[in-house]
């Protein structure tokens, strides 16, 4: 599993969600303390927006607690809206193309969770994203396919319901050919004016997610784990739930993934 952080409001400097605080997120890639694993250490990566609608991004596979040049870019680089995660591979490989988040014009992508069984029926799932965003996925997760399988079903248009789609046909797929829990999901998603959060579960165990508004610095935070150990104020998200973000509020609506009523569909 994995841990990650999502900013939306006034700029700010990235270090002051991703090494400042006392559960940082580089705190959390070495001491995690809501997963099955303590050690997120297989890669990280940043996206961030400012003066160009598509999001800068910065990702590599040293583990996030021994870049140095993470800490200076953090820094140094102010932005009202960004993502930022810590990698656990599930299965896949230790790369820099696996790693989060993942970028196709001005959409950013993170994921915590997994499809189960994806690398029983990783050929059919990529055979599922449209020719127009397969010459984007670069890697091997079944996050970046979700992702482009997202953007296919109209992600610019119905975000919400692009999302619930491609859960969906993954979920199915994953019933079809692959291996339970079928989907555990706790993500974060932005065209860069507005921030997504959701999480769910096709079991009872879904990843953890909080959200908090901070007045001193007068913007939302998402996070897999609260950044202190004894700050109030973040709510927990129940599960089945999506959150929508923008720099001044909050709307929590139902999330369901959406299985495509003819299985074939997912299975082929």
Known sequence: ???????????????DIITRPGHS????????????????????????????????LYR??????SDPNLRSVAAQVRSGLF??????????AISRNNCHPFAVGCWSFMHNGQVGGFDMF?????????DEYYGHRKGATDSEALFLLALAEGLDTDPIGAMARAAGR????????????????????????????????SDEVSPSLYYRFCDKRQGWTVVSEPLEADEDGWNPMIP???????????????FVPIEPTDISLAAH
């Open 1 to 15: 599993m994995c841990r990650w952080a999502a900013y939306i409001g006034q700029p700010i400097f990235l270090d």
């Open 83 to 92: 993502l930022a995660h810590v990698r656990a591979s599930t299965g896949s």
């Open 240 to 254: 089945d739930r999506i959150a929508i973000f923008t720099r001044d509020t909050v709307e929590e609506m139902d």
């Open 122 to 130: 990783r050929k059919h799932a990529d055979m599922l994203i449209a």
């Open 60 to 65: 590599d596979v040293s583990p996030a607690w």
């Open 25 to 56: 997120l580089i705190a959390q890639s070495s001491g995690a303390s809501e997963c099955k694993t303590a050690t997120n250490g297989d890669g990280f990566g940043v996206a961030w927006y400012d003066r160009q609608p598509e999001p800068g």
């Open 170 to 201: 993954l979920q199915a797929m994953s019933r079809a050919r692959g291996q339970g829990p079928h989907l555990r999901l706790s993500a974060a998603f932005s065209d860069g004016e507005r921030l997504f959060a959701v999480r769910c579960s």
